[in-house]
């Protein structure tokens, strides 16, 4: 079977790939409806899923529905996919006991790699992830916690056939259609999946489920939705690199308008895919014996974050909004080559006073 | 490799009071391998780690082939800083390190130096200063100029002193607000610039200090014709990782933990002097 090669899964037998998973030793994470909202999460069984639903996203805005019909995967991302299991919100890096005479040891903390399969991850969270690679492994000091974790991963990537009204990826390159960093990528139409395998292992696993070849009535439905869900998105960015255009616009006087709007939660940095910042922080035992070294998640936005011998190199929210997005969009080419944004339109829904990216890049690089 | 996150144990040889607020700590590794593995270049960075509290960026102040002992002259000023203050001989602290891009010594050799330090950002330049002092011969003249706040926070009094009078070298010092009988100008330190003599394709410039300084500094060599990439700047910024991963250091496309901290003008000209970044 040739890795362009592609096959039929009827929904009802969605089961039996989840189970060769399970079966060859993977922990199934996947996509499921939890307060209102689709999070990631271990998953054994299809009826988990989010059957039927749909979301309703805008800025400020995230709702889930009833749609009607029985799909899996109908909906774009919610607030968060891959990035929390490879780059935790909190984890411990390395402890410190005290021994006999005043002496320090210091052992660091290693992370056991785990076999997980990741259910129906979208290509804005595939490319984050490459993205996240390269900040986390690929310079002369690899992360051996991260590296650790994305040893032995296993994707299921799902086509967006329902892009969300904040999506943008069709316009940096990252989507709506997986086109690599998956094991299988699936296409899901009105009575079961298209299936078509990146890596040999992915291969593997489609040939033990022993699915019909595709019709070409079923190729064509795919290929439509996929245009489709091109043509559904209305947001974008006017370049895909926008470098000079914010460097040159420092001084624009809607970086004081948002500012005048922006809270500073730091929403939009969390539930972004790629944002790489975290703080170290230390947790001693109360009886003063040991401590740990932990890193969490941080951001641009909060105020300790450019702390320099008692100063802040930025003080105010307008300087922070500028220092994201001028990164995100910006100097993010510098240091990695592309940018850092996918397009995935989480920080517009997440945002509690609706603040569009989208919106203030027009804006700023207008004229 | 070493894990990038975990110090090494060292432990505090000695501790020398600079100024009311400065001190140096002397330290060497508990584990003999681990001192005779480390190498390090003048502005080159450890992160020195306080038991039970954290971190904190330091640069390194002892010569480079000094292979018994670190020194790293510290301002308490944060909660790191004043908990190593309190450190006596004997007490045990973490090691991590050296990180970034020191200065650029041996591309130097042969030309004028001249060194410009502001406010209490000296640390960085007085590796500079002990290295060129130690191979004095390789170098030609070396003019350093030091402003401080106060005249109290003049450290390293009896080194400077010393220095003076060393050949074809030029000690300029200046203080904001001068206790009596300061013998040197009253002042910012960048207000003597104009009186020192600048050969502008033998000399390399290195500053550090605050921006706003190193703004002026650079205002002048330029008009001194002293090209762009022959005057250098150790940033600073928040740093909790130091190689590169963390984010606190970002400045512009760069991080300074592993693309600086120093940095030739030329790389950094772009964004220098914009406030915020
Ligand atoms: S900047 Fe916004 S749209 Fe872009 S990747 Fe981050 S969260 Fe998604
Ligand atoms: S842009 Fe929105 S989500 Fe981001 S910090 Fe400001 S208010 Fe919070
Ligand atoms: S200190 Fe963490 S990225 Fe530079």
Not at chain 1, 58 to 69: I, K, M, Q, S, W
Not at chain 2, 102 to 126: K, R
């Amino acid at each position: 079977m040739a890795l362009a090669d592609t096959r039929f899964l009827p929904r009802e037998r969605f089961q039996t790939l989840l189970d060769a998973l399970i079966e060859r030793g993977f922990r199934c994470v996947g996509p499921q409806v939890r307060d209102g909202a689709v999070v990631y999460d271990t998953v054994t069984r299809s009826s988990e899923l989010p059957v039927g639903k749909h979301d309703m996203q805008g800025p400020g805005t995230y709702r889930l529905e009833d749609a009607g019909h029985e799909r899996m995967f109908a909906w774009a991302n919610g607030a968060q996919a891959i990035k929390p299991h490879l780059f935790p919100a909190r984890e411990p890096l390395w402890s410190a006991e005290r021994g006999g005479a005043g002496s320090i040891e210091f052992t660091p903390h290693s992370a056991a790699p785990e076999a997980v399969a990741f259910i129906g991850v979208r290509a804005c969270d595939l490319a984050a992830m490459q993205i996240q690679d390269h900040v986390f492994l690929h310079g002369p000091y690899p992360d051996p916690g991260y590296a650790a974790r994305s040893e032995a991963l296993f994707f299921v990537a799902v086509n967006c056939s329902h892009p969300a009204a904040t999506c943008f990826c069709a316009a940096t390159g990252d989507g709506p259609a997986a086109t690599h960093g998956y094991d299988l990528v699936l296409s899901e139409l009105d009575n079961g999946f298209v299936l078509s395998a990146g890596t040999e292992a992915g291969n593997a696993v489609m040939a033990q489920l022993e699915l019909d070849a595709t019709t070409p009535a079923q190729t064509q439905a795919v290929v439509a939705q996929g245009e489709a869900s091109i043509s559904a998105q209305t947001r974008s960015l006017p370049s895909r690199d926008l470098r000079d255009a914010l460097f040159n616009n420092l001084e624009h006087p809607r970086w004081d308008a948002v500012a005048e709007r922006c809270l500073a939660c730091g929403n939009c940095t969390m539930v972004c895919p790629t944002c790489f910042c975290h703080a170290e922080t230390e947790e001693p035992t109360l009886d003063g014996h040991a401590t740990t070294h932990l890193r969490e998640w941080d951001s641009c936005f909060t105020t300790g974050h450019s702390y320099i011998h008692g100063l802040q190199v930025r003080a105010d929210i307008r300087t922070r909004y500028r220092q994201w997005l001028t990164h995100k969009l910006g100097s993010w080419h510098d240091q990695f080559g592309r940018s850092g944004c996918v397009g995935c339109g989480r920080c517009i829904s997440w945002c509690p006073v609706g603040i569009d990216i989208t919106e203030e890049v027009a804006a700023i690089t207008g004229d | 490799m070493q894990h990038p996150y975990t110090p090494y144990a060292a432990e505090v040889v000695d501790r020398i009071q600079e100024s009311r607020s400065v001190f140096t700590l002397r330290l060497r590794f508990c584990d003999p391998q681990v001192q005779a593995r480390y190498r390090f270049a003048p502005g080159q960075f450890n992160m020195v780690y306080l038991y039970g509290v954290g971190e904190v960026a330091i640069s390194i102040v002892s010569d480079p082939e000094d292979e018994q002992l670190l020194d790293h002259t510290i301002r308490a000023v944060g909660r790191v800083t004043r908990g190593l203050a309190e450190l006596k001989p004997g007490d045990r602290l973490g090691i991590r390190g050296p990180f970034g891009r020191g200065w650029p010594l041996t591309a130097a050799e042969g030309s004028d130096v001249l060194l410009v330090t502001g406010g209490l950002g000296c640390a960085p330049l007085v590796s500079v200063i002990n290295y060129i002092m130690r191979r004095r011969r390789r170098y030609g003249r070396l003019t350093v100029m030091q402003g401080v706040k106060h005249s109290d926070d003049l450290i390293f009094r009896g080194r400077l002193e010393r220095w003076r009078n060393v050949p074809n070298t030029q000690l300029i010092l200046a203080a904001d607000q001068a206790a009596p009988l300061w013998p040197w100008h009253v002042g910012y330190v960048t207000e003597l610039l104009g009186d020192i003599q600048i050969a502008p394709k033998h000399t390399h410039a290195m500053m550090c200090g605050p921006e706003g300084m190193m703004r002026v500094v650079i205002r002048e060599l330029e008009q001194r014709a002293l090209p762009d990439d022959a005057m250098f700047l150790s940033m600073e910024r928040n740093m909790q990782c130091a190689v590169g991963h963390c984010g606190h250091c970002q400045y512009g496309g760069r991080f300074v933990c592993k693309d600086g901290p120093v940095f030739p003008y030329s790389e950094v000209k772009e964004l220098f002097g914009v406030k915020g970044l």
